[in-house]
C-alpha cells in the first residue's frame, strides 16, 4: 500500500520537475524583462554550455514556458520570451533573488 505524501508534496515535485535543476531560473531570470536572443542569454549566463543552454530552452519550450521566435531577416534570428502562460512564474522570481541575497549576506556574517 503506498505511503500518502504530506500536502504539497506532489505540488513541488510538479515544480521541481519543470524548473529544477541549475540553470532554468537564471534563464527565466534573464528573460522576465523581455525577448532574447540565444546569444545574450550564453552571455548573461556564465558557465553554461551552448548544448545545456540549447537543452534547458527546448524542455522550457515544451513545457509552454517560453517561447522561440525565428525571425527571417537578413540573417536568420531566434528570439526566446515567456509564452502568456509562463508569465506567470515572473512574479516568484524576485522573492527567490531576494532570498539569495539575504542567504549570502547571512552566510557572510557568520
Known amino acids: 500500500m503506498p505511503m500518502e505524501q504530506p ?21 527565466l531570470w534573464h528573460l522576465k524583462d523581455g525577448a532574447r536572443r540565444f546569444s545574450e542569454l550564453k552571455k548573461l549566463i556564465p558557465g553554461i554550455a551552448e548544448k545545456m543552454l540549447m537543452q534547458q530552452l527546448r524542455e522550457l519550450e515544451k513545457d509552454e514556458i517560453v517561447n522561440r521566435s525565428v525571425y527571417k531577416d537578413v540573417t536568420s534570428r531566434v528570439e526566446y520570451s515567456f509564452t502568456d502562460y509562463g508569465k506567470s512564474i515572473i512574479p516568484v522570481l524576485k522573492p527567490l533573488c531576494d532570498w539569495g541575497q539575504a542567504h549570502l549576506k547571512r552566510i557572510e556574517r557568520l
Do not use: H, R
Request: charged letters at 20%.
Open 7 to 27: 500536502e504539497g508534496t506532489i505540488f513541488v515535485q510538479t515544480t521541481l520537475k519543470i524548473l529544477g535543476g541549475k540553470w532554468k531560473l537564471l534563464i
